[in-house]
């Protein structure tokens, strides 16, 4: 029996070859060489038709792992992408990463965002990479301009292989200008989406013509996607910090502002108490320095730097700065009564100043409080001094009682004073002005009111009467009228911020015991006091003694003597001391018409004598004794003396 032949190896497979190359990964033209190879091996046509169809069928299968690994590469990145994003909390630093990480995904040269800006109404350039173009990064892009517009107008991704050559969206000069600086061809644009609403769009970019084909599309989507609820987040997240920022900051203020309104509710307290037991002023500087911690003192209207208080009447009545002080007028209507100055607090709590304004309103509510209970006396003391004008019968037992309930003692001497206030726009008593209460304020009114705190003060008594007032006040041991009308001008020209002319009479002795003599003396005064307004001499005091013979008209008693003493006194006592004749020397001079050639004719003697006598009285008389009036007194005040003593022989 014949030996048998061995059997043929059995054929692999034809898919065997392919399923190694998959396994490998190796390249596509790899699988070609399979069957090449089998074909030069002389491989049946049997079995190169297999081999044929198990190439397709791996390269197809090489293709889907292919794409499932680009899936998987994609998903992880993007899963990535969406970590990376998740720990940024800063928008600006999410927005770089955004266009970062959209251009390291699809491999482009250039990535870039736009924003809408609701309040314009169009979308602008907010984050770019890889651009080198300044006038590409500054773009602006109206709705429905360019591609970019196009996106943010419709929220649908747009994608173009060749800008320029597109014709699907609006070109406008500044865009095109602005890609054609960038260089930029191939453009994929993808809306930024949060819920129903477009905030912008991602684009990734291309200087060279390229295909974005519909993976790379869905990607750029996936990642915008991701990045729009990034930005949303880290908005949030921005505005969750402002607020707490401002919550904080409130909450700083509402403990600050709790610890005013708690010393506000003190000080309000102890104003409060200080008015119902009636404490004075001092009291209010005390207790709003203690709460303030500084140092609070009420100020005369004077002494108040006339620009501050002008402020805090523009102001209206609030408080104002002054240098490193704080001013409150104290005013009653339009009458600024003083000022509340709070020293050294450059800077002032807003409640703070209120409660300086609140005690400068207290201040002025016990000022007026006092001024009330001081019009009440000077309304007594006005009756007193009309009844000893206008009832001189009055019993002097009853004037002197009247007179101890306001501390005026009537039988010292005194003098009347009769005072007007002079307009500085007319001759006349100031006109009548109405201040923002609507209460008349006149210059007659201010004059009685700062003449009834002088009567007080100096225990005497005022009244109102003929456009004036009418003083009676102590004249005192080595007092002079004269003097004391001149103190009172003064005196109240400062407290009505006028000019006051003031008429004085001769001493009144008792007015308790002479009432009739109050009236007479009230007479002369009030001629004092319209001589010196005729003479131009308005705003100024006088006694008659004080208008030299015109004295000698005023005065009641006619006091010749007095006025030749007043006048000639210094020449007569120097002839009685040293034995000159300077008096007989002066009356030749005005003899001879004031011309020293003819005085030493006069006299025989030399005209070098007359020029030393006449220096001599200009020295005792003053350098005005030959100006017209003190001439003319002069010469009235020789003939009398002549007169005198030749009635005394």
């Known amino acids: 029996m014949p030996a048998q032949q061995p059997a043929e190896p059995a054929a692999e497979p034809a898919e065997t070859p392919f399923l190694d ?38 390269l197809r299968v090489r293709t889907e792992l292919e794409g499932r690994r680009r899936r998987e590469a994609e998903l992880s990145a993007l899963y990535e992408t969406a970590h990376d994003l998740a720990g940024l909390r800063d928008l600006d630093a999410v927005l770089r990463a955004i266009v970062q990480r959209a251009r390291s995904l699809l491999g482009t040269e250039t990535a870039y965002m736009t924003l809408n800006d609701p309040v ?41 292989d060749s800008y320029f050559d597109d014709p699907r969206f609006q070109h406008t000069r500044a865009i095109d200008t602005g890609v054609r600086d960038e260089g930029l061809v191939a453009i994929l644009g993808v809306p930024l989406k949060l819920g129903s609403g477009v905030i912008g769009v991602l684009f990734a970019a291309d200087r060279r013509v390229r295909v974005f084909d519909h993976a790379e599309i869905a990607l750029l989507s996936a990642h915008a996607a991701h990045a729009a609820v990034a930005i949303d987040t880290a908005n949030l997240l921005a505005e969750t910090r402002k607020a707490m920022t401002e919550l904080e900051a409130a909450n700083e203020i509402i403990r600050d502002r709790s610890g005013v309104i708690e010393r506000a509710s003190e000080v309000h307290d102890r104003l409060a108490e200080l008015v119902l037991r009636g404490g004075g002023v001092q009291d209010v500087t005390a207790a709003v320095a203690e709460v303030l911690d500084g140092t609070v003192e009420f100020t005369d209207a004077e002494r108040v730097p006339a620009e501050a208080l002008e402020r805090c009447s523009r102001a209206d009545g609030h408080a104002v700065r002054d240098g490193d002080d704080w001013v409150a007028a104290v005013r009653s209507g339009s009458e600024v009564l003083g000022a509340l100055v709070l020293r050294g607090h450059p800077r002032l709590d807003p409640v703070d100043q209120r409660t300086l304004e609140r005690a400068a309103m207290v201040t002025s509510l016990l000022l007026l409080a006092r001024r009330t209970a001081g019009e009440a006396e000077q309304r007594v003391r006005g009756e007193l001094l009309d009844d000893l004008l206008d009832a001189p019968d009055r019993d002097p037992r009853l004037l002197r009682e009247r007179a101890a309930r306001v501390a005026a003692d009537l039988d010292v001497p005194h003098v009347v004073l009769a005072a007007r206030i002079e307009d500085p726009a ?224």
């Open 120 to 160: 314009e109404g169009d979308t602008y350039m907010r984050v770019t990479d890889g651009s080198v173009s300044a006038r590409f990064q500054q773009l602006r892009l109206g709705m429905g301009e360019g591609l970019g517009g196009l996106v943010a107008q419709t929220a649908r991704p747009y994608v173009t």
């Open 21 to 58: 190359l998959l396994a490998t990964g190796a390249p596509a033209e790899d699988f070609e060489r399979a069957v090449l190879r089998a074909r030069a091996d002389g491989a049946s046509a049997e079995r190169l038709a297999a081999l044929e169809r198990a190439k397709l069928l791996a």
């Open 426 to 649: 007319e001759d006349g008593p100031a006109t009548v002005t109405t201040g923002p209460d609507g209460a008349a304020a006149t210059g007659r009114q201010r004059l009685w009111s700062a003449a009834s705190h002088l009567a007080a003060t100096r225990q005497g008594l005022a009244a109102a009467r003929d456009a004036g007032v009418v003083l009676l006040l102590p004249l005192g041991r080595d007092g002079e009228p004269g003097e004391a009308a001149r103190r009172v001008a003064r005196q109240l020209g400062a407290a009505v911020h006028a000019p006051v002319t003031v008429g004085a009479s001769a001493p009144v002795p008792a007015p308790a015991a002479a009432p009739a003599a109050v009236a007479a003396a009230y007479a002369q005064a009030r001629r004092c006091r319209e001589a010196l307004r005729v003479l131009g001499r308005c705003g100024q005091g006088a006694a008659a003694e004080d208008f030299g013979f015109l004295g000698l008209l005023l005065a009641d008693g006619r006091d010749v003597d007095g006025f030749v003493r007043r006048t000639l006194g210094e020449v007569v006592d120097y002839d009685t001391r040293r034995g000159t004749d300077l008096l007989r020397t002066l009356n030749a001079y005005f003899a001879s018409g004031m011309s020293p050639a003819r005085t030493k004719d006069a006299l025989h003697v030399h005209v070098n004598t007359v020029a030393q006598r006449l220096d001599r009285i200009g020295r005792l008389l003053g350098p005005d004794w030959q100006s017209p009036s003190r001439a003319l007194e002069l010469q009235l005040a020789l003939q009398l003396h002549q007169l005198s003593s030749a009635l005394a022989e």
